[in-house]
């Protein structure tokens, strides 16, 4: 029999999830802290050293091939030790890469090293979100995974704007990110009210499985995640190849993030109230028109840094919708394992984003970049409405008085986007999504 101790299931959850989870978000909040300062450092030492290009971009693919080993090798540690001791693991395993990064002068090097935080990354991103999606209900699922995203998202952010305090020749900043990863354990392992779900079994479900129940969930995670490798993975270099100064082309890069703050519990909410693929559609519509208003003018005016903001806070909530309406379908014992599944498919469209981008770039000039933005979000929002067509769910979970206010802001326009709908019925949540 195992010690009490050795057990990380606690007492039962109550209602209240601001007391179940503030630990995970703190500790999550620190890690990508450090994780958006420790890749600026590197990003900066690695343009200083006078890498070419070409080595620059593996570094960088590196940590997405590493990403989509760390969805797997989570998902079987989880399995076995539950979520705050994965945590705990990890952790520690990416504060002794992000110290042997600033140790380092070799590309190589960087490379492996690069791959290990990516795993750590991945592995952090399953451990959460099968965590909230256990203490989660259909009602709650998007504004819980808004919390999660904004937090990430902020984090991250603060960390990347960190980096100007520091000189990415020296090892001081990558010694500070290490300390706040060793850090962002504390919250977790030790508060008593913070409390991990039960371990319990956890059934394996492959893609192929997982893609005959929940297809929409499959296929719009794919898709977000080109969007968001699109968005993310060349902002700095279109902005500087723009002709933004220095200082703008910070503003450039963090204002889709900036935007997913301040659209993020919204959207989500909206969500969780109206046809979760009806407000998938209308966000990325919304980011699709704002990335064609960023064609009319220069890329260095105050307009555009507002317009690239709201293509982020429209695209950046997909992601949130599509775990949200994967978990509606599927069974209890699997949210794990489709948790690293969407994490790792989510990772091989970030990895594809940035090269979509560059094709675009290379083949139209730098408005490439815009006509990306604007073919990513419509394969998306088109994706949205042909399941939509193929299966219809009632498009008001609950009589509109009594659904929140972001969910009567975005009814009208879920509405419209509705209306090709086809006439059939949906099952209740729990059961196949039909693939048709």
């Given at each position: 029999m195992k010690?009490?101790?050795?057990?990380?299931?606690?007492?039962?959850?109550?209602?209240?999830?601001?007391?179940?989870?503030?630990?995970?978000?703190?500790?999550?909040?620190?890690?990508?802290?450090?994780?958006?300062?420790?890749?600026?450092?590197?990003g900066v030492?690695?343009?200083?050293?006078?890498l070419?290009?070409?080595v620059s971009?593996?570094?960088?693919m590196?940590?997405?091939?590493g990403?989509?080993?760390?969805?797997?090798?989570?998902?079987s540690?989880?399995s076995?030790?539950?979520?705050?001791?994965?945590?705990?693991?990890?952790?520690?395993l990416?504060?002794?890469?992000?110290?042997g990064?600033?140790?380092?002068d070799?590309p190589w090097?960087?490379?492996?090293l690069?791959?290990?935080?990516?795993?750590?990354?991945?592995?952090?991103?399953?451990?959460?979100?099968?965590?909230?999606?256990?203490?989660?209900?259909?009602n709650t699922r998007g504004?819980?995974?808004?919390?999660?995203?904004?937090?990430?998202?902020?984090?991250?952010?603060?960390?990347?704007?960190?980096?100007?305090?520091?000189d990415?020749?020296l090892?001081?900043?990558?010694?500070?990110?290490?300390?706040?990863v060793?850090?962002?354990v504390?919250?977790v392992?030790?508060?008593?009210?913070?409390?991990?779900?039960?371990?319990?079994?956890?059934k394996?479900?492959?893609l192929?499985?997982?893609?005959?129940?929940?297809?929409?969930?499959?296929?719009?995670?794919?898709?977000?995640?080109?969007?968001?490798?699109a968005?993310?993975?060349?902002?700095?270099?279109?902005?500087t190849?723009?002709?933004?100064?220095?200082?703008?082309?910070g503003?450039?890069?963090?204002?889709?993030s900036?935007?997913?703050?301040?659209?993020q519990?919204?959207?989500?909410?909206?969500?969780?109230?109206?046809?979760?693929?009806?407000?998938?559609?209308?966000?990325?519509?919304?980011?699709?028109?704002?990335a064609?208003?960023?064609?009319?003018?220069?890329?260095?005016?105050?307009?555009a840094?507002?317009?690239?903001?709201?293509?982020?806070?429209?695209?950046?909530?997909?992601?949130?919708?599509?775990?949200?309406?994967?978990?509606?379908?599927?069974?209890?014992?699997?949210?794990?394992?489709?948790?690293?599944?969407l994490?790792?498919?989510?990772?091989?469209g970030a990895v594809?984003g940035?090269?979509?981008?560059?094709?675009?770039?290379?083949?139209?000039?730098?408005n490439?970049y815009?006509w990306?933005?604007?073919?990513?979000?419509?394969?998306?929002?088109?994706?949205f409405?042909?399941?939509?067509r193929?299966?219809?769910?009632?498009?008001?979970?609950?009589?509109l008085?009594?659904?929140?206010?972001p969910?009567?802001?975005?009814?009208?326009?879920?509405?419209?986007?509705?209306?090709?709908?086809?006439r059939?019925?949906?099952?209740?949540?729990?059961?196949?999504?039909?693939n048709?």
């Amino acid at each position: 029999m195992k010690h009490p101790e050795l057990l990380d299931d606690g007492p039962p959850v109550g209602k209240d999830l601001a007391l179940a989870t503030w630990g995970l978000f703190v500790g999550l909040a620190l890690l990508l802290f450090a994780g958006g300062l420790c890749g600026t450092l590197l990003g900066v030492r690695s343009e200083l050293a006078k890498l070419p290009t070409v080595v620059s971009g593996l570094i960088a693919m590196t940590y997405y091939l590493g990403f989509l080993m760390g969805s797997r090798f989570a998902l079987s540690v989880l399995s076995r030790v539950g979520h705050i001791r994965a945590f705990s693991a990890l952790a520690s395993l990416l504060a002794a890469a992000v110290l042997g990064i600033g140790m380092t002068d070799s590309p190589w090097m960087w490379g492996v090293l690069r791959l290990i935080t990516g795993l750590c990354f991945a592995g952090q991103y399953v451990v959460a979100e099968s965590w909230l999606n256990d203490l989660a209900d259909n009602n709650t699922r998007g504004r819980l995974l808004a919390v999660y995203n904004v937090v990430a998202v902020a984090a991250f952010g603060s960390g990347q704007v960190l980096q100007f305090a520091f000189d990415a020749r020296l090892f001081t900043g990558f010694a500070v990110a290490s300390i706040i990863v060793s850090i962002a354990v504390a919250p977790v392992a030790l508060s008593e009210r913070a409390v991990a779900p039960p371990r319990g079994e956890s059934k394996h479900i492959s893609l192929r499985e997982l893609a005959r129940v929940v297809p929409t969930g499959l296929g719009s995670c794919f898709l977000v995640g080109i969007a968001h490798g699109a968005l993310s993975g060349l902002a700095a270099v279109f902005a500087t190849r723009a002709g933004l100064p220095n200082s703008r082309v910070g503003l450039f890069v963090a204002a889709p993030s900036l935007g997913a703050i301040l659209l993020q519990w919204p959207i989500s909410a909206a969500s969780d109230d109206i046809d979760r693929r009806a407000i998938g559609a209308v966000s990325a519509i919304g980011a699709m028109l704002f990335a064609g208003l960023l064609l009319i003018g220069p890329a260095t005016s105050p307009m555009a840094l507002l317009l690239i903001g709201l293509v982020g806070g429209c695209s950046y909530p997909l992601y949130s919708i599509a775990g949200a309406y994967t978990n509606d379908w599927i069974e209890a014992e699997h949210l794990n394992s489709a948790a690293s599944q969407l994490v790792m498919l989510y990772g091989v469209g970030a990895v594809i984003g940035p090269l979509f981008s560059s094709v675009l770039i290379n083949g139209i000039g730098q408005n490439g970049y815009y006509w990306a933005l604007i073919a990513v979000h419509a394969a998306i929002a088109i994706f949205f409405v042909y399941r939509m067509r193929a299966w219809r769910s009632p498009l008001a979970k609950r009589p509109l008085n009594e659904s929140s206010y972001p969910a009567r802001v975005f009814f009208l326009p879920a509405t419209i986007v509705s209306f090709t709908r086809s006439r059939r019925s949906a099952k209740p949540a729990r059961g196949n999504e039909p693939n048709v």
